[in-house]
């Protein structure tokens, strides 16, 4: 594994939310803080972090409809505009272009330095291209394929992780040549049919590393993937959104499983947050700490990737 250091992870530069106060929108910044913290006191070696340059009109013009990016924009219709179940603000569009550019950002370094690269972007994968869904309003995993196909990737694989079903990416990469999505799932929200280039598993807690280790043993080819964007869903955790039985533990397990895999391959990443909720008893601080452990399973398994 050729692996730059320090690691980097890009952050979506976007102007503070008015009324968006919702876990998806605001969350990114306690990540930062969280990882800033985990830094200085050394749970986590040195990460760069480096602002994201967000997407413009005509990049998502490319991925979504652009009536809809125009809504977003301009807030009407209200029935476009506030589909992604958020609502809409002043601030939605920046908030979500500045998302979708991280993670095209991580995924364009992740190429360039063969490497695992993060993004704290969040509210990707339920976006359609009419609208938005789930809130989430543009699909930046869409949009972060599209821009690796664009630089020169043949494969990129998403490898889906959220607790919910990505029907969202499903439908625009149907028909999108060099991009395919492996969905590991517990609930069925945004759910779908599997295709040839989009396989949906569902799964229980019981079973879950199990299963996730059986499909990625299932991946045609692995070493033919030029680029793979994790989405590193943490609200299958049983305090953050997920099923009672999804422990720190196993979703750390998770994380480890992903990156040793990739790494064996010799596969870049480029990681992003996805879900991950407050809930009673568990709040932002502690919904930051899960996310954590992407960051640090990248590291440990890019540094084995080098001794080996």
């Known amino acids: 594994m050729s692996v730059t250091s320090p690691h980097t992870v890009f952050v979506p530069v976007h102007p503070g939310p008015e009324r968006l106060t919702f876990d998806t929108v605001v969350k990114a910044a306690e990540v930062r803080r969280a990882l800033e913290a985990a830094i200085a006191d050394g749970r986590i070696e040195p990460i760069e972090l480096v602002g994201a340059r967000p997407v413009d009109r005509d990049d998502l013009a490319r991925i979504h409809d652009p009536e809809y990016v125009a809504a977003v924009l301009d807030g009407r219709p209200e029935r476009l505009a506030g589909s992604n179940g ?3 603000d002043p601030h939605l569009f920046a908030i979500a272009a500045g998302s979708a550019g ?3 950002d991580a995924a364009l370094h992740a190429i360039a330095t063969g490497g695992f690269v993060g993004a704290l972007s969040t509210g990707l994968h339920h976006a359609r291209r009419g609208r938005g869904n789930g809130y989430c309003t543009f699909n930046g995993l869409v949009v972060a394929a599209q821009a690796a196909l664009d630089a020169g990737a043949r494969r990129v ?3 889906d992780v959220d607790a919910h079903c990505g029907g969202g ?8 040549t060099g991009v395919e999505q492996l969905d590991v799932s517990l609930i069925g ?3 779908y049919t599997s295709l040839p280039g989009c396989r949906l598993v569902m799964t229980q807690p019981e079973d879950y590393l199990s299963t996730l280790a059986d499909e990625l043993g299932r991946v045609v080819d692995p070493t033919g993937i030029d680029l793979v964007i994790h989405n590193a869903g ?21 994380e480890r499983m992903v990156f040793g895999w990739a790494a064996r391959h010799d596969l870049p990443v480029a990681w992003t947050l996805a879900g991950g909720y407050t809930s009673t008893g568990f709040d932002l601080t502690d919904v930051a700490d899960l996310h954590l452990l992407t960051p640090a399973a990248a590291i440990t398994a890019s540094r084995a990737g080098v001794a080996g």
């Open 86 to 88: 958020i609502g809409w």
């Open 157 to 159: 694989l998403i490898l």
């Open 189 to 191: 929200f945004d759910g």
């Open 234 to 254: 943490m609200d299958v955790h049983e305090r953050a959104g997920g099923l009672t039985g999804m422990t720190t533990a196993v979703v750390a397990e998770r």
């Open 169 to 176: 990416t499903a439908s625009l990469i149907e028909h999108m």
């Open 102 to 104: 991280a993670i095209r």
